[in-house]
């Protein structure tokens, strides 16, 4: 670059004659300099290229490269965003191939083969794209959130076809967990009962499969039971239905379905209630179905605290008479009103099942309301039905079937009795009566009496059990 200075004329001057200016160059501007000397200080000028040009502005022509220069900025230009649509596209190919993997590795290709092997699973049961549920959720958005749990969260969409769902996302990363995951789908998608909640689908494109089921709007049974000033909703009819319906639910699974089923996680938090308290079982990760022609199944032992059947947990060996033991101890919510687990007044952890099967105050035990509500209504065989269903003996309980029945006459004659009190509802109530004597037997052998008196240390059983059990959600 060149920078000479002309002395004794200012850049006005010098102008004025183009033969003696020296700023030759069209991209050349004059630029006003002082010069100081021996003999003093002299105005003077020196000439410069314009922006984005260089080169010898006191020659024609002398300034160049000012086109290199717009170029080499749209070359920037387009280079970057180059850059960011090349990355875009890399990412969406990356998310793609990621999505492709989750979805084999979470089982896609066998729900393919079963959805697309039979018409009525393929119709009940669709999968997801990832995409389809965040926009159902407004990408997850926190506010659609209904349900939080220390496995992961439940969410409510709206699906394209407008029905309103409930998406169960799980923030466990384990196999076992996925594999509980698939195992619900795969036997909700073969389960078609009123009083089972229903699965619309899942999505396979994430680490953990999320399930898509019919959202229910009115908690759990045991939101209604264990309320916070512990003076439940629930009428004593209510809560009757409640157990009838729950037990027609099981029966259904372990005999009546195309496989027997057993549920494996029978509890209050599982028994979904919709706008007008009817039953909707729900949380089929743990269960197992087995072959027609077996009584049970060795598995790894699996429930949850409080509603874990003794005897399975000492063997092994999964039956249907695990669901009843499971069962029983929702019968003792439901009368009681209090938890599974509960505290006493000491602060002490109490086992509720054990108060059925050792406390002779039960009735002192019982929720103020049933007391009230259901003493002169089938409460007293509704309490020998729960101690039947919480023998330490499987082989002592009756089947979910048996005990469907029995819950079913108690509310026939109940209702019967409510509508009618000739001598029809006397007869009524004679069977009521002997439906009581045949609840009211002794129910309990002279071993089973040696037995119990050895169930007060079935607590601390269950404290063991508590550091070896993987706890279902």
């Given at each position: 670059m060149f920078s000479w200075v002309i002395q004794y004329q200012s850049c006005e001057e010098a102008m004025q004659n183009r033969t003696t200016y020296a700023c030759r160059s069209d991209q050349s501007i004059c630029l006003n300099a002082n010069i100081t000397?021996?003999?003093?200080?002299?105005?003077?000028?020196?000439?410069?290229?314009?922006?984005g040009y260089e080169?010898?502005?006191?020659?024609?022509?002398?300034?160049?490269g000012g086109?290199?220069?717009?170029?080499?900025?749209?070359?920037?230009?387009?280079?970057?965003i180059s850059f960011v649509v090349i990355s875009r596209r890399w990412r969406k190919r990356k998310q793609k191939e990621t999505r492709k993997r989750y979805f084999r590795q979470n089982h896609g290709l066998l729900l393919q083969q079963l959805i697309s092997s039979d018409a009525d699973i393929a119709e009940k049961t669709k999968i997801f794209s990832l995409k389809d549920l965040e926009k159902s959720t407004n990408n997850f958005d926190d506010t659609r959130i209904v349900g939080r749990g220390g496995h992961g969260m439940v969410y409510?969409?709206?699906?394209?076809?407008?029905?309103?769902?409930?998406?169960?996302?799980?923030?466990?990363?384990?196999?076992?967990?996925?594999?509980?995951?698939?195992?619900?789908?795969?036997?909700?998608?073969?389960?078609?009962?009123?009083?089972?909640v229903k699965l619309f689908g899942c999505c396979l494109e994430?680490?953990?499969?999320?399930?898509?089921?019919?959202?229910?709007?009115?908690?759990?049974?045991?939101?209604?039971?264990?309320?916070?000033n512990g003076n439940s909703s629930l009428s004593w009819e209510d809560r009757l239905r409640i157990a009838t319906e729950t037990a027609g639910t099981l029966a259904y699974l372990h005999s009546a379905a195309s496989i027997s089923i057993f549920h494996r996680d029978v509890k209050s938090s599982n028994i979904l209630l919709d706008d007008h308290l009817t039953v909707k079982v729900s949380d089929f990760g743990a269960s197992r179905s087995i072959p027609v022609d077996q009584t049970h199944i060795s598995t790894g032992v699996q429930g949850t605290f409080g509603y874990l059947d003794p005897e399975y947990y000492q063997t092994g060996q999964l039956t249907e008479k695990s669901d009843v033991y499971s069962f029983g101890v929702i019968l003792?919510?439901?009368?009681?009103?209090?938890?599974?687990?509960?505290?006493?007044?000491?602060?002490?952890?109490?086992?509720?099942?054990?108060?059925?099967?050792?406390?002779?105050?039960?009735?002192?035990?019982?929720?103020?309301?049933?007391?009230?509500?259901?003493?002169?209504?089938?409460?007293?065989?509704?309490?020998?039905?729960?101690?039947?269903?919480?023998?330490?003996?499987?082989?002592?309980?009756?089947?979910?079937?048996?005990?469907?029945?029995r819950l079913q006459s108690l509310r026939r004659i109940k209702k019967q009795s409510r509508n009618n009190w000739t001598d029809k509802g006397h007869a009524d109530s004679e069977c009521l009566n002997a439906v009581s004597t045949f609840l009211g037997k002794n129910i309990y052998s002279n071993?089973?009496?040696?037995?119990?008196?050895?169930?007060?240390?079935?607590?601390?059983?269950?404290?063991?059990?508590?550091?070896?059990?993987n706890y279902s959600r």
């Open positions: 000397n021996s003999v003093g200080i002299h105005l003077g000028y020196r000439c410069k290229c314009t922006d080169g010898n502005p006191y020659v024609s022509d002398g300034c160049e086109i290199l220069g717009v170029s080499t900025g749209v070359g920037v230009l387009l280079l970057g409510k969409g709206i699906l394209s076809d407008q029905r309103v769902a409930a998406i169960k996302k799980s923030k466990i990363v384990k196999k076992k967990e996925i594999d509980q995951f698939i195992n619900e789908v795969a036997l909700l998608s073969q389960i078609n009962h009123r009083h089972v994430t680490e953990v499969p999320l399930l898509v089921y019919e959202f229910i709007s009115n908690g759990t049974l045991s939101d209604h039971l264990l309320m916070p003792d919510e439901l009368l009681t009103g209090k938890r599974s687990i509960f505290h006493s007044e000491d602060g002490e952890n109490m086992n509720l099942s054990m108060h059925f099967v050792q406390d002779d105050r039960l009735v002192e035990f019982l929720e103020a309301r049933v007391v009230k509500e259901g003493m002169e209504e089938g409460l007293h065989e509704v309490i020998q039905l729960a101690q039947m269903c919480l023998q330490l003996k499987g082989n002592d309980r009756p089947t979910m079937k048996e005990v469907e029945f071993s089973d009496n040696m037995a119990i008196q050895e169930a007060s240390r079935n607590y601390s059983l269950e404290k063991e059990m508590m550091s070896s059990l």
